[in-house]
């Protein structure tokens, strides 16, 4: 097997991602081939080179069906979550991961991480949207960098909200 394991490990939680929208919104979301900053961080003078459609398509992990003009997504699969730092003030890797996916969005996105633990679960951080529907169970994250931040369940909160986020990132 080529590649090492955490690569494998978080292309293997992209695939499930893709899967689990596809197979939720009927439509086709696949992971984007060579992921990995390619327009964010110290990348994003790319953009100024690509068109709309190139750019979409390297934006964040999963590229999502033409209609879905609005959508930025990253993921994030690791061992480990120091959640105890929720409540302590600033965590350091979410602030990281809060920068790359906001590294390569544009205006008017609905920014999502989605991030797995093992033994844990799968959770979803997002920014406060009023026509979205919250889990009664989740946490307000305040981040000194990138503003406030909801975390819940990811295939719950997605789940009640599917219709609701597919009008937020179709073409208007």
Known sequence: MSGSRSKIKGKSWERTIAKFLSDQHNASFVRVPHSGAFIGGTNVFRKTQLDESQIKSFKGDIIPPDSWTHFNLEAKNYADF??????????????????????????????????????KGSFI???????????????????????QWVIQDFESFWITNKSQIELLVSKS
């Open 82 to 119: 120091p959640f105890h730092q929720l409540f302590q003030g600033t965590v350091n890797i979410l602030e990281t991961w809060l920068s790359q996916l906001l590294d390569v969005a544009d205006q008017g996105d609905l920014n999502v991480l989605i991030m797995k633990f093992n033994r």
């Open 125 to 147: 951080a997002i920014q406060p949207t009023p026509s979205l529907i919250n889990n009664s169970n989740h946490f307000l994250y305040n981040s000194p960098t990138h503003g």
